[in-house]
């Protein structure tokens, strides 16, 4: 998918228009400066792809669970559980070798459930909503 990086330093990514195709991979945690969770960076998707019906991805950690997968169910088209749950991440241009210590998942707001479908079927269970 081609479209907006979202930055997550100032300004805020919450606080920038998201436009065209986007990928985030938002902050796990709770942000105490400015009182943000995991549940702003879904509602701020959910919100977009209901304004703009542009296609947008989020790589979370699975906890269906919280108030934040509540809001997945509700909005979002698809999710992909991964089989590999885990991720490696870059850091300062190397690999970090602990990965994610959570199983993740990536969610899909769009309209094009079965190209998600087609192209994340082999990382993992598709579930269409």
Not at 25 to 51: C, H, I, M, Q
Not at 92 to 106: F, I, L, T, W, Y
Request: with cysteine.
């Amino acid at each position: 998918m081609v479209g907006a990086h979202v930055s997550f330093g100032p300004p805020h990514g919450l606080t920038q228009d998201w436009f065209g195709n986007v990928f985030c991979n938002p902050p796990y945690g709770r942000n105490p400066e400015d009182k943000t969770s995991l549940l702003d960076w879904v509602n701020k998707a959910a919100e977009t792809f209901s304004r703009r019906n542009n296609g947008i991805l989020l790589l979370i950690p699975v906890a269906t669970n919280t108030r934040h997968f509540y809001k997945i169910w509700e909005t979002a088209a698809a999710i992909c559980f991964l089989k590999d749950s885990r991720l490696k991440f870059w850091i300062n241009g190397k690999e970090d070798s602990k990965g994610a210590p959570m199983a993740c998942c990536v969610v899909y707001w769009g309209n094009y459930k079965e190209m998600f479908v087609d192209c994340f079927e082999h990382l993992g269970k598709v579930v269409v909503i």
